[in-house]
């Protein structure tokens, strides 16, 4: 898909066209990421207003070259270069981090089951078992 | 589907699998486990891993557990149960859920204890579902303890 200051167009240079092929599972994150974050959006006001405040539109609609070109194309780079800012993504990848660190959780670090696991474990199955 | 145990040959299938979502931090966190370290630990034996597996082969749901021995009674430690974002609220994480309790069973363990992030209203559902017991862990504000047992 290439993305242009006054539109997108599909990888056969056509406009809105429908997806006839299974997308694989990295796709299908960007998708649920895009819907997550602009699908609240009506297409012709909301959409257009927030994406036009986005640096990679601005950048290209407000720049020299805009007036030379129509429909500038926004780049790839520009892209990655915005949303790798965004600070919802930079909180979440915070977050991941953090969480990561825990390696006894997320990294199967240590014993299996560490003492305050395995009493909690012990005492729940005692207390569940029929006498 | 079908569900198989999982091995150290399965690792290009588990360096691409995905299960994050942008507003789940602890699901990235469960993704980057199992993409970088879930193979080596099956290959070194210290973690039993299964993968359910589409008709097409491709992997779309992962369960691993350590089966605790070092003293009676056995006990189980289930570390991960994860489908990909497509599959979710399709049973899917159930049927591994299942399928590691089973192999908990068999090893003579009498439960599964798991450690789950507080926010993942979805495993902790699916747990109080299979019988779980869930308690908050003191001095860890970020995670719960689900105990299902007697198994």
């Avoid at chain 1, 056509?14 to 009506?42: K, M």
């Avoid at chain 2, 994480?93 to 003579?108: F, P, Q, V």
């Amino acid at each position: 898909m290439s993305c242009y200051a006054h539109g997108t167009t599909g990888s056969d240079g056509g406009s809105t066209r429908r997806l006839s092929r299974p997308v694989d599972d990295g796709q299908f994150d960007v998708i649920d990421y895009v819907v997550g974050g602009y699908g609240r959006y009506t297409g012709r006001r909301e959409l257009v207003r927030e994406t036009h405040l986005e640096d990679p539109w601005r950048d290209v609609s407000e720049s020299e070259d805009s007036f030379a070109a129509a429909n500038p194309e926004i780049t790839h780079e520009s892209l990655r270069a915005w949303f790798s800012q965004d600070d919802e993504y930079l909180a979440h990848r915070s977050a991941v981090t953090a969480l990561r660190e825990r390696r006894d959780v997320y990294g199967f670090e240590g014993p299996a089951m560490p003492d305050d696991l395995r009493e909690a474990t012990l005492r729940i199955v005692s207390e569940r078992t029929p006498s | 589907m079908t569900i198989r145990r999982l091995t150290a040959a399965d690792r290009g299938a588990l360096a691409r699998f995905t299960c994050a979502r942008p507003a789940e931090p602890w699901a990235e966190a469960v993704q980057e486990t199992i993409r970088t370290d879930l193979a080596d630990q099956l290959a070194s034996g210290g973690v039993s891993a299964a993968g359910l597996f589409d008709d097409s082969g491709a992997l779309r749901g992962v369960a691993a557990w350590r089966i605790y021995d070092v003293a009676p009674p056995v006990l189980c430690r289930g570390d991960i149960v994860a489908v990909t974002v497509r599959d979710r609220r399709k049973g899917y994480g159930r049927a591994l859920k299942e399928a590691m309790i089973a192999e908990a069973r068999a090893g003579g363990a009498v439960a599964v204890s798991s450690v789950v992030h507080r926010h993942n209203a979805a495993m902790i559902l699916l747990n109080t579902a299979l019988g779980a017991i869930v308690e908050e862990i003191p001095h860890d504000p970020d995670h719960v303890r689900c105990v299902i047992g007697p198994l």
